[in-house]
């Protein structure tokens, strides 16, 4: 399994995305600050690996603190949280964690917990949300794949017809990369490859930070599942030449009316296959779900640095001194949305009443 981020006895170790598929190397964080760092800086990314990794992190401040009761750790606790909560506004994920780790620490204090209780405890919530993400990957990869259609007109990387390869576009890299291991869109992809359907995944490249270029390429090519990346210019022409059958997303945020949060680009994917009739679906475990945030207007929207835009390695492209943009992520109305699958099942419109019933179960 690809081993995005991994616990050690000396603290977290990522594998460094920033450097891949150039070069497989890693990065150990052995403070929260260093995991809160790679967070920014994206050595690890993606809204479900960040929310891990900001459990870790916790963990790794409550095993450093030099407090000697829970009761004096309680402020600095409160600052790792603050801390992790100010790396990245739009996926909530992190937030997810960080709260669920508070209800911890504040259960423990009720319940008179020791220091090293209170360490175990919190390292110990840190691994099952660990083991958590994996499982819901593989969850909603099974009910994402049936959706999947079983023969289609799909193109081989050679870009020759191949009659009965399924193409399916994704975008950004919703794979093992952003997750525990296998991944939620891409979980989706294995789970169809593994029921012995035939995919071919067009990969938009997903400019500027091209995680699908560099990440999705690389860990599908890693599981020998036929990829073509394309730029992101190039969805609407492959769609309407019928080589896409479906599209597949990940998200960052779910509001609880189903709209999505996702890599900027997204939107206009979704678009697109509306216009050509193909199904778009969005595939995120539920703590992805914000039912606090009523629609994708109130998502906080991350605002990256321009040189991600104006520079390509290193290279600058763009004359000195014009105007840059670079938001993060677009918001997809829920009425482009076909279905969310999630681990705990798929979800259809009107996404208000399907969110809501399907949160009240869990
Ligand atoms: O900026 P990133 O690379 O963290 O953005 C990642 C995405 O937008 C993913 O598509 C999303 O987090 C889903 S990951 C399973």
């Excluded at 616990?7 to 190397?25: A, H, M, N, Y």
């Excluded at 994996?134 to 191949?162: Q, V």
């Excluded at 169809?192 to 930070?209: L, M, N, S, Y």
């Excluded at 798929?346 to 949160?359: I, W």
């Amino acid at each position: 399994m690809i081993p995005t981020l991994t616990w050690t006895p000396d603290g977290v170790r990522f594998i460094d995305q920033t450097k891949l598929p150039l070069e497989e190397s890693y990065v150990l964080a052995t403070t929260y600050e260093q995991v809160a760092e790679a967070i920014v800086n994206m050595v690890v990314r993606g809204a479900p690996a960040i929310g891990v990794s900001a459990a870790y992190a916790i963990a790794l401040g409550a095993l450093r603190t030099t407090a000697v009761t829970p009761h004096l750790f309680a402020p600095e606790f409160e600052r790792i949280c603050a801390r992790l909560a100010a790396t990245r506004p739009t996926a909530v994920n992190l937030f997810w964690a960080i709260d669920r780790m508070k209800r911890l620490f504040a259960a423990l204090l009720d319940e008179g917990a020791t220091l090293v209780q209170v360490q175990e405890r919190i390292l110990a919530e840190a691994h099952a949300m660990y083991e958590e993400d994996i499982a819901a990957c593989r969850k909603m990869g099974a009910f994402g794949a049936a959706l999947l259609p079983d023969e289609g007109a799909g193109a081989p990387a050679d870009g020759s017809s191949s009659v009965g390869t399924i193409g399916v576009l994704t975008h950004c890299n919703a794979g093992a990369l952003a997750t525990c291991g296998y991944g939620t869109a891409l979980g989706v992809i294995r789970s169809a490859v593994e029921q012995g359907k035939r995919i071919h995944v067009f990969a938009d490249e997903t400019r500027p930070f091209l995680q699908g270029a560099r990440l999705t390429a690389w860990e599908l090519m890693a599981d020998h599942i036929p990829t073509t990346v394309i730029c992101d210019n190039m969805a609407a022409s492959l769609m309407r030449a019928g080589r896409i059958q479906a599209v597949v997303v990940g998200a960052d945020r779910i509001a609880a009316n189903g709209d999505v949060a996702n890599k900027i680009g997204t939107y206009n994917v979704a678009i697109l296959a509306h216009e050509h009739g193909i199904p778009f679906y969005v595939a995120a475990p539920w703590s992805t779900v914000d039912l606090a945030t009523a629609t994708g207007d109130l998502i906080p929207i991350e605002e990256r640095a321009a040189v991600e835009v104006t520079h390509h390695g290193g290279r600058q492209l763009t004359p000195n001194g014009v105007g840059i943009r670079n938001p993060a992520f677009d918001v997809t109305p829920a009425r482009y949305v076909t279905a969310i699958v999630t681990e705990r099942g798929v979800l259809r419109a009107p996404y208000g009443e399907s969110l809501k019933e399907t949160g009240a179960c869990g």
